[in-house]
């Protein structure tokens, strides 16, 4: 053939064509190939990945449902620590006012026992004194009245008495004894 003849140059171009679709169908039957490997091998890891996939679901089903758990556990435990804070505060609050009213009441106790200590003590100043004057004014006077009367009774009785009989015989020892 001719290389100034355009069929010529329409055959090598159709065989460059056909040689393009030769490495295009080549090119596209390895990429099948590959693809049809990829393919495969991707099935195998799937196979192997989905018993996985389900154990790694099931795991995050109870992982959420363990965060939920704990979220619950934490409210609750957020809501009872501070119930005990204010728990804790009431009884600090309660412990204050216990120890003031104890302090007040220590000192109205010793305020009271000093008031019974003084009274006890004027009581027993007064009944010491009461004694002594009843014992100076009326006891001591009474008593030398009462001596006085009873001279005077003996004063009287020997006044008034009747004479004396005449002695004109003797007596016994025991007709003397006067009592």
Same mark, same amino acid.
């Given at each position: 053939?001719?290389?100034?003849?355009?069929?010529?140059? &329409?055959? /090598? @171009?159709? *065989?460059? !064509? #056909? =040689?393009?679709?030769?490495? &295009?169908? /080549? @090119?596209? *039957?390895? !990429? #099948? =190939?590959?693809?049809?490997?990829?393919?495969?091998?991707?099935?195998?890891?799937?196979?192997?990945?989905?018993?996985?996939?389900?154990?790694?679901?099931?795991?995050?089903?109870?992982?959420?449902?363990?965060?939920?758990?704990?979220?619950?556990?934490?409210?609750?435990?957020?809501?009872?620590?501070?119930?005990?804070?204010?728990?804790?505060?009431?009884?600090?609050?309660?412990?204050?006012?216990?120890?003031?009213?104890?302090?007040?009441?220590?000192?109205?106790?010793?305020?009271?026992?000093?008031?019974?200590?003084?009274?006890?003590?004027?009581?027993?100043?007064?009944?010491?004194?009461?004694?002594?004057?009843?014992?100076?004014?009326?006891?001591?006077?009474?008593?030398?009245?009462?001596?006085?009367?009873?001279?005077?009774?003996?004063?009287?009785?020997?006044?008034?008495?009747?004479?004396?009989?005449?002695?004109?015989?003797?007596?016994?020892?025991?007709?003397?004894?006067?009592?």
């Amino acid at each position: 053939m001719n290389a100034n003849d355009p069929q010529f140059w &329409m055959m /090598i @171009s159709s *065989i460059i !064509i #056909a =040689v393009c679709f030769i490495v &295009m169908a /080549i @090119s596209l *039957i390895s !990429i #099948a =190939v590959i693809v049809r490997r990829v393919v495969a091998t991707v099935k195998r890891v799937e196979a192997r990945v989905d018993p996985l996939i389900t154990k790694v679901d099931a795991i995050s089903v109870q992982g959420k449902e363990m965060s939920v758990h704990f979220t619950e556990i934490s409210a609750n435990l957020s809501t009872a620590t501070r119930h005990l804070a204010e728990s804790t505060e009431l009884i600090r609050a309660e412990v204050a006012e216990l120890k003031v009213l104890v302090g007040e009441t220590a000192v109205t106790a010793r305020d009271k026992v000093q008031l019974v200590s003084r009274t006890i003590d004027q009581t027993h100043l007064q009944v010491m004194n009461t004694t002594e004057f009843v014992q100076e004014k009326i006891v001591v006077p009474a008593r030398e009245i009462a001596a006085i009367m009873a001279g005077l009774k003996k004063g009287l009785e020997v006044l008034f008495a009747p004479p004396p009989k005449p002695i004109d015989r003797a007596y016994v020892e025991e007709e003397l004894f006067i009592g």
